[in-house]
Structure formats: structure tokens, C-alpha cells
């Protein structure tokens, strides 16, 4: 498969998946208060992000607001440096048993999150996720400037779901999301299957269905059952 700049993928035979699973990072993945939150921990900025955070969830925040703060804490740091990092990021369990039933299953694994684009990278290469998204950092001889170069939010994360899966001729029927919160929502109401994972409670009241616990691998019938439902 081929990488784009924005972590799409081409995929060479589409007509060896069945459909498309989102997977959302922070909340989901990562537990709260998030990889933003982990990062900032080493960048000597972590109060300030847990509170940025905190605002978002409560509505008081813009994903890109948020973005534009937390940029300037990267400043000068380099790609690997950070990618170091990451290496510690605290993770639920199952990713990778969940990930590997996907494909064994023909769902094809992708994230779709409002992360940093480095962390959708680094969590897709780790455990094999297709494709990420998310806004991104200005990068320049290797190191990130402090300046955002793309912004990104919740409705930006629900177009760049819906378009992948349109790309591999899916309909939204097609695809199931598993995630959290806020940034979930208008994917929610999109997609054939929303899988709220120890989620709060506007994305359980909008998600088709609930699972709470500490391993990803909760989520496996549900998407079973789904899965039985669209082939």
C-alpha cells in the first residue's frame, strides 16, 4: 500500500474487505486524559493541556483553539524525539488482538481521531491500522516549528471517514466507529454501527451501542454481530 502526505492509504484490492472500522485515540485508545496530555508531560506542559482538555469535553474549546496552544510546546522538538515518547503512551489493552480480528475478519482497521497527526502515525505503524487523520504540525529540516499547519475537528474527522470509505466504494452503512466523546458524534450518526467504549454520556446517548472495560477486545461481538449484518 502507498502513503499519502495526510496518512491515507491506497488500498491495491478493496474487494477483500467487507467494510471499515474507525477507531478513535484519546478516550479510546488512550485512556484520559489522553496522548495530548502524555505528551505535554515531557514537553513540560501537561497542566495546561489537562485543562485545554477538560474545556474541550466540556464544549468551551475548539479542537483547533486547543491545537494552536499545545503546537507552541513542540517547538523545536524532532519527529524521532517525539515518536520516543509515544513508545510510553499509556494504552487500554487488546489493540492489537482487536486489530488483527478486524482484518481476519475483512474490516479493514482504521484510526480516525483528532490526535496529533504524529500519533495517529505512530499508533497506526505500531499496530497496523491502514490510515490515520487528525490536524497536523508544521514540520521544517526535521523539527516542528510550533506553528499548526492543518487544523482539524470533530466534523473534519467524520469527512475524512466518510471519504476513505467512499474511496473503496463504502457506503456509511458500511462502516462502524468505535469511540468516546465529543469528537465522535457526527461520525456516530453516520455510520451502520457506533460503538461507544467507556464513553460519557452525550456519546452513549448518540452511539448504537455501549461497551465498557479496559481491553479493546470488548467491541469484537459487536462488530461481529454487525458484520453478520452487512455481508
Not at 90 to 107: K, M, N, S
Not at 170 to 178: E, H, K, L, R, V
Request: with cysteine.
Amino acid at each position: 500500500m502507498r502513503e499519502h502526505r495526510d496518512g491515507w492509504k491506497v488500498v491495491s484490492d478493496p474487494s477483500a474487505w467487507d467494510g471499515i472500522v474507525f477507531v478513535d485515540i484519546d478516550g479510546t485508545l488512550v485512556p484520559a486524559p489522553g496522548s495530548a496530555v502524555h505528551v505535554a508531560r515531557y514537553l513540560g506542559t501537561e497542566e495546561e493541556m489537562a485543562k485545554a482538555e477538560a474545556a474541550y469535553a466540556a464544549g468551551q474549546l475548539t479542537n483547533p483553539e486547543i491545537a494552536a496552544v499545545d503546537a507552541l510546546a513542540w517547538a523545536d522538538r524532532t519527529e524521532r524525539e517525539i515518536d520516543d515518547w509515544l513508545t510510553q503512551l499509556p494504552l487500554v489493552d487488546g489493540i492489537a488482538e482487536t486489530v488483527q480480528w478486524c482484518r481476519a475478519h475483512r474490516l479493514l482497521p482504521v484510526l480516525a481521531t483528532l490526535a496529533w497527526q504524529p500519533i495517529g502515525k505512530h499508533l497506526g505503524k505500531r499496530f497496523g491500522f491502514a490510515a490515520y487523520c487528525g490536524p497536523e504540525l508544521e514540520i521544517l529540516n526535521g523539527s516542528f516549528t510550533g506553528r499548526v499547519r492543518a487544523t482539524f475537528d470533530e466534523f473534519g474527522k467524520r469527512d475524512f471517514a466518510l471519504r476513505y470509505a467512499e474511496n473503496l466504494g463504502f457506503g456509511p452503512s458500511q462502516c462502524a466507529a468505535i469511540g468516546d466523546s465529543r469528537s465522535d458524534l457526527p461520525l456516530f450518526d453516520e455510520v451502520g454501527l457506533g460503538v461507544a467504549f467507556n464513553a460519557d454520556q452525550q456519546a452513549r446517548d448518540r452511539a448504537s451501542t455501549t461497551v465498557d472495560g479496559g481491553d479493546l477486545r470488548a467491541v469484537t461481538p459487536l462488530l461481529a454481530d454487525w458484520h453478520q449484518r452487512i455481508r
